[in-house]
């Protein structure tokens, strides 16, 4: 099978494209390699897909729509399936640069659902990155996809709930059969250093202070990324089954199911890499949230998802990746 993987240089992008390639499938990947943070990072996780014969690479902008529709037009017979996780990330970076996300985020999101309606006709399915984010001022636990989701504290978190409905939209309008997936925070190798748990390592590294905002009372449902993959692989191979209204979107969360306090979380991460951190309390920041918890029975049930890496284990595969990439740079 042909798959187009959007985002194919991110963190995500590239567990998901080694775990295809693995499995035989052909990756057309496409990334703009926005310098959000360091790119030789994402080079260098491109260096490793670029190894494998079942890969090709395209930089594209997928908000650049003119491009994409000049791409598809030599590649898009190929495409059978598209796994979309190509988006501005952040959640504070997005009180910054606002523009930058209705740009990647709504405009790319569009793009991508046209191409899939217009332009990829080999294509019978859709997988797309969501967000823990979208549940925003919720304050019932866990987070259930039947929740209602219109309270987003951060511009990160509409424009992945307004892509949803762009989504739910292009469902019911053109029986465009996708599944949206909602990331509870993800990591491991290969991360994103704009991540908290980077940032840490980062610190704890050099003798800096790691900086607990809330005063060190937050918790995160942190899913390591090989979890996070293998959901997105099932979804991929499991087409959504018609919902009683006949249309074909269906959303769940692929989270840990296990929230950690964020200063367990630091003292795992300090045992992991053999350094104690120097711990600073700060107040809550805007547009955060204190817990993040995934109910995640519905992607039990319909596929087959069941997180297996815990956080000792998982930051312990982090931290030896984490040694070997500073070592080499």
């Keep these: 099978m042909a798959i187009l993987v959007t985002g194919a240089a991110g963190f995500i992008g590239l567990h998901v494209s080694e775990a295809l390639l693995a499995r035989g499938e052909r990756v057309l990947g496409i ?3 926005v310098p959000y943070y360091d790119p030789a990072l994402k080079e260098a996780r491109l260096a490793r ?5 079942g890969f090709t690479f395209f930089p594209l902008d997928i908000a ?3 491009a994409m529709n000049v791409w598809a037009e030599t590649h898009g017979r190929e495409v059978e399936a598209v796994v979309h996780l190509a988006a501005q990330a952040g959640v504070r970076y997005s009180l910054e640069q606002p523009m930058a996300y209705v740009r990647s985020n709504l405009v790319g999101h569009m793009v991508i659902l046209e191409l899939c309606r217009h332009r990829l006709p080999r294509c019978d399915r859709l997988v797309y990155a969501s967000s823990s984010s979208v549940y925003g001022a919720n304050r019932k636990m866990p987070f259930s996809v039947e929740d209602r989701v219109d309270h987003p504290v951060s511009l990160y978190a509409a424009t992945k709930r307004a892509d949803e409905l762009l989504s739910e939209s292009y469902a019911r309008l053109y029986d465009l059969p996708q599944t949206g997936l909602r990331f509870f925070t993800v990591y491991g190798p290969w991360g994103r250093p704009d991540m908290a748990y980077y940032s840490f390592a980062e610190a704890i590294t050099e003798g800096r202070p790691v900086t607990l905002y809330n005063r060190g009372r937050m918790r995160r449902d942190f899913t390591y990324v090989d979890d996070v993959t293998a959901g997105v692989l099932a979804a991929l191979d499991r087409l959504p089954e018609p919902r009683p209204d006949g249309v074909r979107h269906r959303i769940y969360n692929l989270g840990n199911n296990r929230p950690v306090e964020l200063e367990a979380f630091v003292r795992a991460l300090e045992k992991a ?5 120097e ?3 700060a107040e809550m920041q805007p547009g955060d949230v204190v817990e993040t918890f995934a109910d995640i029975e519905a992607s039990r049930r319909d596929l087959g998802y069941e997180p297996r890496i815990g956080i000792e284990e998982g930051l312990a595969r982090f931290a030896a990746w984490f040694r070997r990439y500073r070592g080499g740079h």
Aim: aromatic share 6%.
């Design 279 to 281: 711990i600073r309390y």
């Design 64 to 66: 650049e729509e003119e």
């Design 49 to 53: 897909l670029r190894d494998h014969p």
């Design 273 to 277: 890499l053999g350094r104690r951190a």
């Design 31 to 33: 990334d703009n390699l």
